[in-house]
DNA sequence: ACCTTGACTAGAT
DNA sequence: AATCTAGCCAAGG
């Protein structure tokens, strides 16, 4: 008997380091399930309030924030983030050591 | 058991 | 580069 697909998901997210970000897919993909990156949206999704999962690394495929823009998810998880050091770039987002043009 | 929805994505247009 | 489309996993009606 496995664990449940949340479980390896709970364990991927929690193993993004700091400062870093991965895709829904590349946590599926981790997590042994590569064709549910929308799971691992919905896993996160009901994360009790006081998790420390860091969740706010789980961006999508483009590098963006999978919530509309300015809402108030999109602003606590562009907050989060700013606060390790990830750049942004108005809607898109970038790892700090990966080049991207002014 | 069937249909819809969702913090998604790769591929085609 | 911007849109569309079809496919995927799980939960809920």
Redesign the pocket.
């Known amino acids: 008997m496995s664990q449940?697909?949340?479980q390896r998901i709970w364990q991927v997210v929690s193993q993004i380091p700091k400062g870093k970000i991965a895709?829904?897919?590349?946590?599926?993909?981790q997590a042994g399930?590569p064709?549910?990156?929308?799971?691992?949206?919905?896993?996160?999704?009901?994360?009790p309030e006081g998790s420390k999962l860091p969740?706010?690394r789980?961006?999508?495929?483009?590098r963006?924030?999978?919530?509309p823009i300015g809402s108030p998810?999109y602003q606590e998880?562009r907050q989060r983030l700013l606060a390790e050091g990830v750049v942004f770039n108005k809607e898109t987002i970038a790892i700090n050591h990966l080049a991207w043009s002014s």
């Open positions: 449940s697909n949340q895709s829904y897919g590349q946590v599926a993909a399930i064709q549910a990156a929308r799971l691992v949206g919905n896993v996160l999704r009901k994360l969740w706010h789980v961006v999508n495929s483009q963006k924030i999978s919530f998810a998880q």
